[in-house]
């Protein structure tokens, strides 16, 4: 492997922290001077809250196969404490009963 992994894989994790930074600037901006969200109806909230869920999950995608790159990348030095988790995890949601 040459250093283009390197490369995605830091492009993935400031991409899956600007999408979490995001956002969370927009909830602040929805909030008024005492904390509590504001929305003008409804279906502004609910499509609010799709939205805010839409970019969490894609962060946190973002970020795990960030994360999973460097850690299959150095897994010889300190990368197996990132992917032996990870795929005891896959092994518990794919073969557990």
Do not use: H
């Not at 991409?15 to 909830?27: D, F, N, S, T, Y």
């Not at 809250?49 to 300190?78: H, K």
């Not at 032996?84 to 794919?94: D, E, Q, S, V």
């Amino acid at each position: 492997m040459g250093w283009g992994n390197e490369y995605v894989g830091a492009l993935l994790l400031v991409l899956g922290v600007a999408l979490a930074l995001i956002r969370r600037k927009l909830q602040f901006d929805r909030t008024n001077q005492f904390g509590v969200e504001m929305f003008p109806s409804y279906w502004a909230q609910l499509g609010a809250n799709m939205g805010d869920g839409l970019l969490r999950y894609t962060s946190v995608l973002l970020l795990l196969a960030g994360v999973l790159i460097f850690g299959f990348r150095f897994e010889d030095s300190w990368g197996w404490v990132v992917t032996l988790p990870f795929c005891a995890l896959m092994i518990f949601l794919f073969f557990g009963s």
